[in-house]
């Protein structure tokens, strides 16, 4: 018995290959690049100071810092507006305010520049009241506004969770002291929420500045543009730019993680005696500005995508262009979609269960190593992995003809810009597995691997589903992996939407677009909208 129990103690050695089989895999395209930087043939330390990346890192710098702080403020806010006052329709708004997370902000970015840019839906509602021009939608102005309004999300929802869990018996007894709900604010519910602001504000810098998609459309010269442009005529220029852009990331990561070790869990979940701040002749403003940002990041894209599918459907039936697309095309692309998404959530769930269960079970440096290179993928842009991919296709004859135009790299490249999603919930689903069942079934006499298929295993099946659930999401609205690794004529539905709008075609990327939305739209509400409508009403 004793024997059992100290081998209890000894992961096996299968996990702990595998476990460090997973760690090398996703360490690989990171340290491939910093190792490409130092060994080609251009001089790094000049590329790196020079002003072909120096100005492409000023921009991303300065787009990124923007949209951090409209994100602060705007999420903030909007968390604080839906929990602790008493604004009308606060469920409703809950849900709208979260829903921008279906849009890729490609989407979003392409729809804003036909709704509202001179020639779109604004501009020609706007002339009928004597207004001739609307503001162009463009650069560095126009990709602010489009990832400030579909990332302010990840502000909202943390900073919403925790707004809701805060105690309100010391905001009661300040208010009975005498200091109004802004000084109550300031003071009190704002510092104790300071470290999810800090997470989310950060969360956001890290997107703003791995976007590709927006920035694209929006023809800003961010890195990941920049890197796109340069990966095949000029790869010493880009090997550069994509060094910087890692440090960048990666910096940017380890100020996440300690925001998130500093922030503060405890506190109790909100008493029903808590204030709900009388919002008086500010109801009707505020409750107008609500409802202007879900017109602005809800609204705005979804008529546009419609407007643009229903002209293009009036257009061939009343025999002018016919659409290039045809319901068998969108039904194939988005099988694609749902395909290759499905896989690499699979994937990513299996290798990073091993170690996970060695974080979880056993005291095993390789586990510690693997989930510390796991949740570092997350500082990978898709553009820097998809890079790695295409220089490392291209470095030997065997190379090319064994990864070059296959499933299997498009896949791994996905893994890896993923692996940390899977993580940290696949973690969770393997520390909730009783310990007391695992020691009965020991006592019993079940082997490790029987213990593991029939007790353990359909225990953590809800979260691994939930984990594997966050990289379908993820996996569907990925672009820059997508262009750069599908094999020919393997489309997804956001390389197809992103390539028939460059070409104009828009009416055929509306109704692509649509598919894309509803499918994130049903990965959004089972994973995000419902459990945080669970943790604001506990």
Avoid: C
Wanted: no cysteine.
């Amino acid at each position: 018995m004793n024997h059992d129990v100290g081998e209890e103690r000894v992961a096996p050695l299968s996990l702990r290959a595998a476990a460090l089989l997973t760690t090398v895999l996703l360490a690989g395209p990171g340290v491939y690049l910093i190792i490409r930087n130092f060994t080609d043939d251009a001089d790094p330390a000049g590329l790196l100071f020079s002003e072909r990346t120096l100005a492409p890192l000023w921009r991303t710098l300065q787009l990124a810092t923007l949209v951090s702080v409209s994100t602060a403020i705007l999420g903030t806010g909007l968390a604080w507006l839906t929990t602790r006052t008493d604004l009308p329709f606060k469920r409703l708004f809950r849900v709208l305010l979260i829903l921008p997370l279906v849009y890729p902000t490609f989407i979003g970015a392409a729809a804003l520049v036909r709704t509202l840019n001179p020639g779109g839906l604004v501009n020609d509602a706007l002339s009928g009241l004597g207004v001739d021009r609307t503001p162009t939608i463009s650069g560095l102005g126009g990709s602010w506004l489009v990832l400030t309004l579909f990332t302010y999300p990840y502000v909202y929802l943390p900073v919403a969770a925790r707004f809701a869990r805060l105690p309100g018996s010391i905001e009661q007894s300040a208010r009975l002291l005498g200091n109004s709900a802004t000084d109550v604010f300031r003071r009190i519910i704002l510092p104790q929420a300071f470290g999810s602001i800090a997470a989310g504000t950060l969360l956001v810098f890290l997107y703003a500045i791995s976007d590709f998609g927006a920035v694209s459309i929006l023809r800003y010269d961010t890195l990941t543009r920049a890197i796109e442009s340069n990966q095949l005529a000029n790869r010493p220029v880009a090997l550069a730019l994509s060094l910087l852009l890692l440090i960048l990331a990666a910096l940017v990561v380890m100020a996440e993680r300690m925001a998130q070790r500093r922030r503060r869990t405890g506190g109790s979940p909100r008493s029903d005696s808590a204030p709900n701040v009388a919002l008086g002749r500010w109801k009707l403003p505020l409750t107008a500005g609500v409802g202007f940002v879900v017109l602005n990041a809800l609204g705005a894209p979804l008529a546009a995508l419609l407007e643009w599918s229903i002209r293009g459907l009036e257009r061939s039936r009343n025999n002018g262009r016919s659409l290039t697309v045809d319901a068998n095309e969108i039904a194939e692309v988005t099988w694609n979609t749902l395909r290759v998404s499905t896989i690499t959530a699979i994937v990513a769930v299996a290798i990073v269960l091993p170690i996970a269960l060695l974080v979880g079970r056993y005291r095993s440096r390789i586990g510690v190593v693997g989930h510390a290179v796991a949740i570092s993928t997350f500082a990978l842009p898709g553009i820097l992995i998809a890079l790695a991919a295409t220089f490392f296709i291209s470095t030997s004859d065997w190379t090319f003809e064994t990864f070059h135009n296959t499933m299997g790299i498009l896949i791994f490249s996905y893994v890896v810009r993923f692996a940390a999603l899977a993580m940290g919930t696949t973690l969770l689903a393997v520390q909730l597995v009783p310990s007391g069942i695992r020691d009965a079934s020991q006592t019993l006499g079940a082997s490790r691997w029987r213990r593991f298929l029939t007790i353990e295993l359909p225990l953590m099946t809800p979260g691994l589903l939930a984990a594997g659930g966050l990289v379908l999401l993820s996996t569907m609205k990925e672009l820059p992996i997508s262009l750069l690794l599908s094999p020919f004529e393997f489309e997804t539905l956001a390389t197809r939407i992103f390539s028939t709008f460059n070409e104009s075609f828009v009416a055929e990327a509306g109704l692509m677009a649509l598919a894309l939305v509803l499918l994130s739209f049903v990965a959004t509400w089972a994973l995000v909208i419902r459990p945080s409508e669970r943790a604001v009403r506990r």
